[in-house]
């Protein structure tokens, strides 16, 4: 039987969506890592099912609130005492999404008169736009005190962010990192390390995790899963790249060696992707067989999250589960 072999160019909004720096980075993903980065999945479409996400907040239409939404909020005096008291508080937020978990621990700090402002970083305009609609949403007046600024925390952008230019020296930076962002990078502890050798001694990082509590683990841990779970965002960088989903299986799994859940795809026929970079052209060749991830979280256990934050220089200061025993909040501070 002949297989059908499928050339391929990214759809036009791939173009409009990604600069030439993020093409490169895409192909060079694909080929090093056979990944597609999930970060850039946040732009241009992708961005849509956060909005979905964000429900009105009238008590009529309410959004069922998961722990990820609460938890800052219903710790928010405690991760205060963390911060030297009467110390005024800068939110940085890592990636804000749609805002929902922290608007709660905003309006403590305000309530508080604590809030020294709040400024994001996000790698995606779109999500940034939500984000200033739902804090002008819920925070009418405001506006003045918050900052969003498109760029890649896991850079030098970090840096500028966490200036502190106008703020007292008795400011604190409260830096958050929440819906389980960390453990979606390939390489969480470099993140880390990144994040907390820009911290000052009284700052403290916030985190919200799903972690393996050795129960209700999902069942694909133990088998790979063809065919889901599987999230439609999870395959928005291969659609923009013209990828039929009829060429390929999604499998979801467990890779034991590195602690990681993930998503990928594996192909079922030979496709062929050519990007134009710059004037020059670039193709990406995938077999039968081959695979490219399209999501990963780091799956680890609390001991892990903790040792992980020693090793890269912090100190938990606060550990606290939701009612769903997976999701928590940690609090840690540089250990120095
Ligand atoms: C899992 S969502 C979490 C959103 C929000 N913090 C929450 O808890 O609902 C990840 C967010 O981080 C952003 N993001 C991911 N990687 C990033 C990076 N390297 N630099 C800047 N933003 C990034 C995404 O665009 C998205 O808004």
Same mark, same amino acid.
């Given at each position: 039987?002949?297989?059908?072999?499928?050339?391929?160019? &990214?759809? #036009?909004?791939?173009?409009?969506?990604?600069?030439?720096?993020?093409?490169?980075?895409?192909?060079?993903?694909?080929?090093?890592?056979?990944?597609?980065?999930?970060?850039?999945?946040?732009?241009?479409?992708?961005?849509?099912?956060?909005?979905?996400?964000?429900?009105?907040? #009238?008590?009529?239409?309410?959004?069922?609130?998961?722990?990820?939404?609460?938890?800052?909020?219903?710790?928010?005096?405690?991760? /205060?005492?963390?911060?030297?008291?009467?110390? !005024?508080?800068?939110?940085?937020?890592?990636? !804000?999404?749609?805002?929902? &978990?922290?608007?709660?621990?905003?309006?403590?700090?305000?309530?508080?008169?604590?809030?020294?402002?709040?400024?994001?970083?996000?790698?995606?305009?779109?999500?940034?736009?939500?984000?200033?609609?739902?804090?002008?949403?819920?925070?009418?007046?405001?506006?003045?005190?918050?900052?969003?600024?498109?760029?890649?925390?896991?850079?030098?952008?970090?840096?500028?962010?966490?200036?502190?230019?106008?703020?007292?020296?008795?400011?604190?930076?409260?830096?958050?990192?929440?819906?389980?962002?960390?453990?979606?990078?390939?390489?969480?502890?470099?993140?880390?390390?990144?994040?907390?050798?820009?911290?000052?001694?009284?700052?403290?990082?916030?985190?919200?995790?799903?972690?393996?509590?050795?129960?209700?683990? !999902?069942?694909?841990?133990?088998?790979?899963?063809?065919?889901?779970?599987?999230?439609?965002?999870?395959?928005?960088?291969?659609?923009?790249?013209?990828?039929?989903?009829?060429?390929?299986?999604?499998?979801?799994?467990?890779?034991?060696?590195?602690?990681?859940?993930?998503?990928?795809?594996?192909?079922?026929?030979?496709?062929?992707?050519?990007?134009?970079?710059?004037?020059?052209?670039?193709?990406?060749?995938?077999?039968?067989?081959?695979?490219? /991830?399209?999501?990963?979280?780091?799956?680890?256990?609390?001991?892990?999250?903790?040792?992980?934050?020693?090793?890269?220089?912090?100190?938990?200061?606060?550990?606290?589960?939701?009612?769903?025993?997976?999701?928590?909040?940690?609090?840690?501070? !540089?250990?120095?």
């Amino acid at each position: 039987m002949d297989v059908q072999q499928h050339s391929v160019s &990214p759809r #036009d909004d791939f173009y409009r969506t990604y600069s030439a720096a993020q093409v490169d980075a895409i192909v060079d993903s694909l080929v090093q890592r056979g990944e597609f980065p999930y970060e850039l999945t946040y732009l241009g479409d992708g961005s849509e099912m956060w909005r979905e996400a964000e429900t009105p907040s #009238d008590a009529e239409h309410s959004p069922m609130l998961s722990d990820f939404d609460t938890l800052l909020t219903s710790h928010a005096a405690r991760l /205060l005492a963390v911060a030297p008291s009467a110390s !005024p508080v800068r939110i940085v937020d890592l990636g !804000p999404g749609t805002t929902r &978990p922290v608007r709660g621990l905003i309006r403590h700090l305000l309530d508080e008169s604590r809030l020294a402002g709040y400024r994001a970083i996000d790698i995606s305009a779109q999500i940034l736009e939500l984000a200033r609609q739902n804090l002008g949403n819920d925070f009418p007046g405001h506006a003045g005190r918050f900052e969003l600024c498109r760029g890649d925390f896991t850079g030098p952008d970090l840096a500028r962010v966490l200036a502190a230019e106008g703020d007292g020296a008795d400011t604190v930076r409260f830096v958050v990192l929440a819906g389980g962002t960390l453990y979606n990078f390939a390489d969480p502890a470099r993140v880390l390390r990144h994040v907390c050798h820009s911290l000052r001694d009284d700052d403290a990082l916030l985190l919200t995790l799903r972690i393996d509590t050795g129960v209700d683990r !999902p069942p694909f841990m133990d088998q790979i899963s063809v065919g889901g779970p599987y999230k439609p965002q999870q395959l928005a960088g291969l659609d923009l790249l013209a990828v039929d989903r009829s060429w390929y299986v999604t499998e979801t799994g467990f890779d034991r060696d590195r602690s990681d859940v993930f998503v990928r795809v594996r192909f079922l026929e030979p496709v062929t992707v050519t990007f134009a970079v710059g004037d020059d052209q670039r193709a990406v060749a995938f077999e039968p067989g081959d695979t490219v /991830l399209v999501w990963r979280y780091l799956y680890h256990d609390a001991a892990a999250v903790a040792d992980q934050l020693g090793r890269c220089g912090l100190r938990v200061r606060l550990f606290e589960h939701g009612q769903d025993k997976q999701v928590v909040l940690v609090a840690a501070t !540089p250990a120095r």
